[in-house]
């Protein structure tokens, strides 16, 4: 797998932990790359303290209204014959995702028995399927057809800070490891030369989803994109621009921020829509981009 | 240099890729027991508590406590009776070949790679583990985490 670093970061502790008395203390979650949810399947979940591979990552469990990960689902190890394992592992139970490997702190950590997250969080939401879902904008245009996600990786750490009411209240916050904050889509017939094309769409805290449909709000055209580079800070812009209530002149997107603008929109950007009317919310930095 | 002015000993560390494939000899008969195939690490101690002795079928076992002197052409056992046959999972894997440091990929906590492990320095006469080497990093063993089959996993970097 190849990766271009990026920039920023989004952490309160060390990205790595460091030795302690009883031998390694864990740390709260850092800085975060961007990649897409396929390429979390085949990565080896692996305990930190007893240096074993439990399994590999299956495929994701996602919550679109949480707009994060609820677990991993995992295969057996041992090539194409061993087969899933039963229940999912649970975020919570993650110490981090890597570039290389799921580290989980003990062999505990997956519990196999079909542990599931979304039941013991209520109002952030079920699991959901949204490969195949149609994302339209709030002004009725369609963008496309799901066919991956964007996921925020890097460790986890001991706790995550997150307020579970910051999704839906469309507090801004910044981006964690598990928190999804695009879909990647195969560009709708109207968008003209993108039409075909596989782009990324950057998500709002506040995501409208129903069985078939994901409803975006229209103002994040200007931010979608073309690959991962730059769309960390696409998904920071269109974030910040949500929770701001009169974009004054020159806070629309930057022309320059990354390949592959969206939609023509001026640079004095579109009016906010879609988000809550929240002054003067914090930016949204996100991490570090890996394609 | 301490308060006092003595000289603290600094204890002699020897490679841990050295000893493999250097003779075990026991000290009170002088017979020869077999190549060293193996060291069992406790990445909890970060130290080596065990040395594989021979191979197959005929590995052995001896513990870290029962050496009597570690050097560049042989290690020294105490007595032959302190051969054991391998016990648990660990010491069984590591008698077929299927576990050593050596070779081990490193992981950091963060899951990420950082390369495999090359060699590691120890103190022959404790089996303290003091650095793990990479072919790009030499990593405090303190930050060693935990180890098994798959992985050596590390602190940092």
Redesign the interface.
């Known amino acids: 797998m190849s990766g271009t670093g990026g920039t920023g970061g989004t952490g309160t502790g060390g990205?790595?932990?460091?030795?302690g008395p009883g031998?390694?203390a864990p740390v709260g979650p850092?800085e975060t790359v961007l990649v897409r949810a396929t390429e979390l399947t085949g990565?080896?979940v692996?305990?930190?303290?007893?240096?074993?591979?439990l399994g590999d990552v299956k495929d994701v469990v996602y919550s679109p209204a949480a707009g994060r990960l609820l677990g991993l689902t995992l295969n057996k190890r041992g090539g194409i014959f061993a087969g899933p394992m039963k229940g999912v592992l649970a975020l919570e139970r993650i110490?981090?995702?890597?570039?290389?490997?799921?580290?989980v702190t003990d062999g505990e950590a997956f519990t196999g028995h079909g542990e599931h997250h979304g039941e013991s969080h209520g109002s952030r939401g079920e699991a959901m399927n949204v490969l195949g879902n149609e994302v339209l904008t709030d002004g009725g245009n369609r963008l496309g057809v799901v066919t991956d996600l964007v996921v925020a990786i890097?460790?986890l750490g001991a706790g995550l800070p997150i307020d579970p009411s910051a999704r839906t209240s469309g507090q801004a916050r910044p981006v964690y490891p598990g928190d999804v904050v695009g879909y990647q889509v195969t560009g709708d017939a109207t968008l003209g030369a993108r039409a075909g094309a596989e782009l990324l769409v950057p998500l709002p805290f506040t995501l409208a989803v129903s069985g078939a449909n994901l409803l975006v709000p229209t103002s994040v055209e200007p931010f979608i994109r073309d690959d991962l580079s730059g769309f960390d800070a696409a998904v920071a812009q269109f974030r910040s621009r949500l929770v701001t209530t009169e974009p004054g002149p020159g806070t629309g997107p930057d022309p320059g921020s990354g390949p592959g603008r969206g939609p023509a929109q001026g640079p004095g950007g579109p009016s906010t829509q879609g988000g809550p009317s929240t002054q003067g919310g914090p930016s949204t930095p996100t991490g570090r981009v890996h394609k | 240099m301490n308060a006092g002015g003595e000289s603290t000993p600094v204890p002699t560390a020897v490679s841990l890729r050295s000893l493999l494939g250097i003779k075990s000899v026991s000290r009170t008969t002088a017979a020869d027991l077999g190549p060293v195939n193996g060291a069992l690490v406790d990445a909890a101690r970060r130290r080596v508590v065990a040395w594989c002795v021979g191979k197959g079928r005929h590995a052995r076992m001896v513990d870290q406590s029962h050496l009597s002197g570690v050097g560049a052409a042989a290690v020294v056992v105490e007595d032959e009776s302190f051969l054991r046959s391998p016990a648990g999972d660990a010491e069984k894997a590591l008698a077929k070949g299927r576990l050593g440091l050596i070779g081990a990929p490193l992981l950091t906590v963060a899951g990420n790679s950082a390369g495999e492990v090359y060699d590691a320095d120890l103190d022959p006469a404790s089996g303290e583990l003091y650095w793990l080497r990479s072919a790009t990093a030499t990593i405090p063993a303190d930050r060693l985490v935990g180890y098994g089959s798959f992985a050596a996993v590390i602190t940092g970097l």
Do not use: K
């Not at chain 1, 692996?46 to 074993?52: L, Q, W």
């Not at chain 1, 110490?95 to 580290?103: E, F, L, P």
């Open positions: 990205p790595e932990g460091g030795p031998g390694w850092a990565r080896p692996v305990s930190i303290t007893e240096g074993e591979a110490y981090a995702i890597g570039q290389d490997a799921v580290m890097g460790v």
